[in-house]
């Protein structure tokens, strides 16, 4: 029989049960659900609500129960629907009536979320962390490269010269402000909501900042309605990942792009790529394709979840029980992702040689020679339409800009002087651009350096 079976004269269907239970993915959640229960009987002892030895029965009882869930012991069972049940149901059985003093003061609906909750804190930790590694290894690869020469792009046409440190920086920043939104994500997860009951609370005496306490919260919930059916912290972290996954798409997807032989800028390591079941000569990128296309499998889980909150009526609702798979999925997903592109992106091989001839094709150094002619005094839109002019000439003599002569600078305006061939040069282009935030070798260690301070935080 259930053990909320009383009101009922006969079983579930079969059918139900089976459609019902969630035991099959939310024993995922068995520490936090035992952790929980002892904290919450550990209150109920001080608090004289049951008789303290009773407390200290359970508590001893649920330490066992974990103890052996750990070690792969318990075989969790369907017809006790789900985590909670499941524990409670092996709890009475281990130290008899003791164990139906558990469920005390609280409902499914209150422990399940203070599970969520708990595992989502520790999911962004655990995601924090991986970020952290993350960036160290981009930091790294930007510390090295400070002078190492390649082209910008924007509509992926070559645009002006950067280093490969400025490009690695650009990526620096957004994985660390994916670090802020895990962190923002821990923040709407650390709130205690036991002592939410069913929806309105109890009438016990309850303490739960004790609860709070034994169980590393920050704070407890303020309304009972809002306890039991919030999933925004889910939301957080989802919308965090989705995010965070997108950008490591876009890295793969240059990742990918540089490694084609019309880029040629990095050769991906032979442990990170694949090979053809037909083709001998190719060496695919597999990993950072698979990663690029698992990004939309997280913001299907975002999507779904929100779908699945958009219509509930306060408070709890079946419906919520489809919240941990999305949730555990993305979790999944995610943190496979920033293992193996970590793990591949140390091992990535960049051709600094390649690089710096491609910055040196495609007219990357245009846009500097019309401001050298702006600081001799040529209004910015002439200048624009000479160097237009001379790029057009130097695409029909299949010559760039540095290769014309002075008197050929000078056809087209007489401000050109000798030093134009030295501030045409790609090193000048880079230097030139010393202001924060751009491609400058002491520009861009000044980011590099901010970088790191903020890791220290």
């Not at 001379?390 to 760039?400: D, I, M, Q, R, T």
């Not at 861009?444 to 901010?450: E, F, G, K, L, N």
Request: with cysteine.
């Amino acid at each position: 029989m259930k053990l909320w079976g009383g009101r009922f004269e006969k079983a579930t269907d079969g059918l139900v049960d089976d459609f019902h239970s969630s035991i099959s993915f939310d024993q995922r959640l068995y520490e936090q659900d035992i952790t929980g229960s002892i904290a919450h009987a550990t209150m109920l002892g001080e608090q004289g609500i049951i008789p303290q030895e009773d407390a200290e029965r359970i508590v001893e009882g649920l330490k066992g129960i974990l103890e052996d869930a750990r070690e792969g012991k318990i075989a969790w069972r369907t017809d006790a629907e789900d985590i909670h049940m499941n524990v409670e149901t092996l709890l009475t059985e281990r130290i008899g009536e003791a164990g139906k003093r558990l469920h005390t003061g609280r409902s499914r609906n209150d422990q399940v979320a203070l599970d969520t909750r708990m595992y989502a804190k520790a999911a962004c930790r655990e995601t924090e962390a991986m970020l952290e590694d993350l960036l160290e290894t981009i930091l790294g690869i930007a510390q090295e490269n400070l002078h190492t020469i390649m082209p910008g792009y924007t509509h992926m046409q070559k645009a002006q010269p950067i280093t490969l440190a400025h490009h690695m920086m650009a990526y620096a920043q957004m994985f660390l402000r994916d670090r802020e939104r895990f962190r923002q994500a821990f923040r709407a997860a650390d709130v205690m909501v036991l002592g939410s009951g069913a929806l309105a609370g109890t009438t016990y005496p309850l303490n739960r900042e004790r609860v709070a306490e034994l169980l590393d919260f920050s704070a407890i919930s303020e309304n009972s309605l809002d306890g039991v059916s919030d999933r925004d912290y889910m939301l957080d972290y989802l919308a965090a990942a989705s995010v965070c996954m997108m950008h490591l798409s876009r890295f793969c997807e240059e990742l990918i792009l540089w490694n084609t032989n019309e880029f040629r800028f990095v050769e991906m390591d032979d442990a990170f790529a694949t090979g053809s079941s037909i083709m001998p000569q190719k060496k695919n990128p597999d990993v950072a394709e698979l990663i690029r296309g698992k990004t939309g499998r997280v913001y299907g889980d975002l999507m779904g979840l929100l779908t699945v909150m958009k219509g509930l009526p306060l408070a709890y609702n079946k419906d919520m029980q489809e919240d941990k798979e999305a949730f555990f999925d993305a979790r999944d997903t995610l943190v496979k992702g920033l293992t193996v592109f970590t793990a591949m992106l140390k091992t990535v091989t960049f051709r600094k040689d390649v690089m710096e001839r491609g910055a040196a094709g495609g007219f990357t150094n245009a846009t500097d020679c019309a401001d050298y002619l702006v600081k001799k005094g040529v209004a910015f839109r002439d200048a624009h339409r000479v160097v237009g002019e001379l790029v057009a000439h130097c695409l029909n003599e299949g010559k760039a800009l540095l290769d014309l002569t002075l008197e050929e600078l000078k056809r087209f305006h007489p401000a050109f002087e000798e030093d134009v061939f030295g501030d045409l040069s790609l090193i000048s282009c880079v230097e030139k651009r010393d202001i924060p935030g751009a491609p400058a070798p002491k520009s861009v260690q000044r980011a590099i350096d901010a970088a790191r301070e903020k890791l220290k935080n």
